[in-house]
């Protein structure tokens, strides 16, 4: 299974942003997919989840700001990101729990960078 994410870049803060992530490879089908990210000599963090039926989880630092869905025909999870700040700068990684023959295994993109600018 691959994940390829898309739509990072520099922006200035209170700019928008969207990020893509499409999945690609065999599975019978795909759970809960996500975006999680890290910044600089921090850990890796969750930003938002959202099932397959469509229910999500947000970050506290994010919500009512970022808003993530998805498109299952397409296999593709989306992140709207408004009203940027600095801090929100961080490699942005693409998250996916799918259903194969080796079970419910969680696949990672490689990652796509965000900058904000002040």
């Known amino acids: 299974v691959q994940l390829v994410e898309s739509g990072g870049g520099l922006v200035q803060a209170g700019g928008s942003l969207r990020l893509s992530c499409a999945a690609s490879?065999?599975?019978?089908?795909?759970?809960?997919m996500g975006w999680y990210r890290q910044a600089p000599g921090k850990q890796r963090e969750l930003v938002a989840t959202?099932?397959?039926?469509?229910?999500?989880n947000y970050a506290y630092s994010v919500k009512g700001r970022f808003t993530i869905s998805r498109d299952n025909a397409k296999n593709t999870v989306y992140l709207q990101m408004n009203s940027l700040k600095p801090e929100d700068t961080a490699l942005y990684y693409c998250?996916?729990?799918?259903?194969?023959?080796?079970?419910?295994?969680?696949?990672w993109g490689q990652g796509t960078q965000v900058t904000v600018s002040s």
């Open positions: 959202i099932t397959s039926g469509g229910s999500t």
């Open positions: 490879g065999y599975f019978f089908s795909i759970n809960a």
């Open positions: 998250n996916a729990q799918v259903y194969n023959e080796l079970g419910y295994p969680q696949y």
